[in-house]
């Protein structure tokens, strides 16, 4: 019986300033472990907004949010920090990886920061993760030298590099062609066979429509929640 | 922290300009405070040793530290006596040999007893008034450099007549003498001598060349009408720079008072620290300026890595580890330039070191006195370093403060 990954309970982002706004309003929400969920909804609606929460990369002004049952608001940010970085894997819409860094070694800096394993395991598990995308020849590659699609790729081997249990995408297909979008969410798909949390913001419904689980925001608030079609077809 | 170094190293391996600039920056800090550092301490240790090589390191005079008490006070213990006119006449130290050789026992150096009176030198009309100095030439070449300062003649020649001298030679130039001539000394006694200048010396100073003589111990108290007493004891020490803690215990063992050569050139002294501050204060705005190349290459870098700390803090490594990417950047820039400062530093030493300069009133070459010691190179070093390191603070504490969600939502 899988337990709760990820459980947001009366999630609130405010942002004051001279035009103050309610970005997250009230959101409850539990994804469970090995769900594949993906978020939807109009531009402006919060999606990202509660991503970025369920992220720990920004602070709820109210609720709790809980990660594999471990409550995050007393949490100091060296201790944030470090669920993110054995925890919580991140792939965005634009890659992120370091330019002057190759693939091996930008999937390394998660696991070099963590420094669970030795530098012999981390070389191996790194090469093994770029592998296992297809990315064998852009091993010792630049990001510049690698196609947005194989960039992708090497951004979810980096989020993938210290086997975090939940992985949190923000449109990662954003800017891929169909080819690559297909491959990136096959591989996300396989993720979340494999047992592990995935949480996607994505545009594309059709995409979402191969998630277990698609959630739509509207105004910061949960509008619908329903099971995906290829799933529940299949 | 290896990936630490590694990013570091990347970043600045891959901007070779501005990293060549930071280094260019902070070596020509380094190695002009490092010339100036030597050019101070190199001038001023010049000085001091002339200074110290040319008096004696502690002088003990005839002059009581305390007043002797009446005999009222001496015989009865209810008396006491105040407001006894100034200093009692200054009677010589008495006990000479008794007290040379108790200070000898323990003073880590030489002492030797010597007698000083004002005294006029007169030949074929020429008269001038001197500091006359009775010495004995075996005693002195222990305390003073006299001896190795004689440009004509020699010291012990003083023995060899009766009122021999040993004259300056600025001294010499203005009375025309000569090794041999014939001068007279007289004193305020009504006594006068004659004898032979048997040796003309050089110290280099105008005070000292122009205005003393050196004559035997009993020539100079036959000139002041005493002849038995001595008025100065001079003490030359194994280190100058203990002078002071044994003068003092000369004065409280034999009552004299003892004067070290620091006190007698304190105001000299004062002078040098002074100069010091004022060179220390031109030396930290020299390796301040060269640490703004350091801060204005690590602002750029900072700017330029944005994103790459947005998501390196979004990945979960933390602020501080982040930040210090940028410093290590920082030190790394600053170690090759203190490197290159330093090797500057020492050419620049080693090439004024060979300047020379013609004393226009000896008409001497002198080379510009440079001191060269490891310890400038040390504390500019790390004191360079550690600007280094401060002026990488701001600029990486302000790029770490960067919100990840801000430069993602503005990439996306």
Known sequence: ?234 | MGFLFEIAWTHVTNRIRQTFIGVLGVATGVGFTIMMSGLMQGGQRDFIHMLVDTMPHVTVTDERTSIAGQPAEQAYGAVQVDNRAGAERRSGIKNPNQIVSSLRTWIPGAIAPSFKISAMINISQQRFGVNLTGIDPQQEVRVSKLASEMRGGSLNDLYRASNASVIGESLATKLGARVGSNVTLSTGEGISVSGPVVGIFRFGIHDIDDGQIYVLTRTAQVLAARPTVINEMRVRLNDALAARDVASQIEAQTGYRSISWQEANADLLSAFKIRDFIMMLVMAAMLLVSTFAIYSIISTITNEKRHDIAIMKSLGIRERLVQSIFIIESIMIGTVGVLAGSALGYILCLSISQITFTNPFTGNKQPVPIYFTPTHYVIVGLISLICCAIAALLPSWKATRVHPVDIIRGAS
């Open chain 1, 1 to 234: 019986m899988s337990s709760v990954a990820v459980q947001a309970a009366g999630l609130v982002k405010r942002v004051e300033g001279a035009v103050s706004a309610t970005l997250v309003n009230g959101i409850d929400l539990e994804v469970m472990e090995g769900e594949f969920v993906a978020i939807t909804g109009p531009s402006g609606s919060g999606k990202s907004s509660l991503l970025y929460l369920m992220g720990l990369l920004d602070a709820p002004t109210e609720g709790e949010l809980y990660i594999c049952g471990q409550a995050t608001s007393r949490l100091s940010d060296w201790q944030k920090a470090q669920l993110r970085l054995s925890t919580i894997g991140f792939v965005f819409q634009f890659h992120f990886l370091l330019p002057e860094f190759p693939a091996l070694n930008n999937v390394l800096l998660p696991m070099r920061a963590l420094g669970r394993l030795s530098q012999a395991e981390m070389r191996a598990k790194a090469a093994a993760l770029l592998q296992s995308l297809g990315l064998e020849a852009a091993i010792n590659k630049l990001p510049n030298q690698l196609s947005g699609g194989q960039r992708q790729r090497v951004a979810i081997a980096r989020a993938l590099a210290n086997n975090p249990q939940i992985i949190i995408a923000d449109e990662p297909t954003g800017n891929l062609d169909s080819v690559s979008t297909d491959q990136v969410f096959s591989i996300l798909r396989d993720l979340a066979r494999q047992n592990r949390t995935v949480i996607v913001v994505t545009h594309d419904l059709a995409l979402a429509a191969r998630a277990d689980r698609t959630i739509r925001i509207v105004d910061g608030k949960i509008a619908e929640a329903a099971c995906g079609v290829e799933h529940a077809e299949g």
